[in-house]
């Protein structure tokens, strides 16, 4: 009871205190918002990773193999291009790959170790 008497004094909160909260919390709602927006729309698919994935296994089997032809390759839901150049004086091998997903398209290069056949 002693500590109710205390706290007879405190007045309410007025009007313009509670429109300053309500806008201080609106604006972090909306600071909030906007960056979950973009957070979403940079997110990429999951073909596109599956693709990505697709790419590190085409480039190992053109090591192990020495496949040095241009070539296109059909999955579910992207293709793939590889454009081969080879640059003998250097001994290497210049790998572009080119990932079609839906209408957007995405550009990759490696360079490897050329072996003659």
Request: charged share 25%; hydrophobic share 45%.
């Amino acid at each position: 009871m002693k500590l109710l008497k205390r706290f007879k004094g405190l007045q309410a909160s007025s009007i313009l205190e509670s429109v300053i909260a309500i806008s201080i919390i609106s604006i972090c709602v909306l600071v909030s918002l906007i960056i979950y927006v973009n957070i979403i729309k940079q997110s990429k698919s999951v073909n596109y990773y599956n693709a990505l994935h697709a790419v590190k296994e085409l480039k190992c089997q053109v090591i192990e193999d020495k496949d040095y032809e241009n070539d296109s390759f059909v999955f579910a839901g992207f293709t793939i291009e590889k454009e081969v150049v080879v640059i003998k004086e250097e001994n290497i091998v210049m790998l572009n790959w080119k990932i079609k997903i839906n209408n957007r398209v995405q550009a990759l290069s490696d360079i490897i170790v050329y072996y003659e056949n």
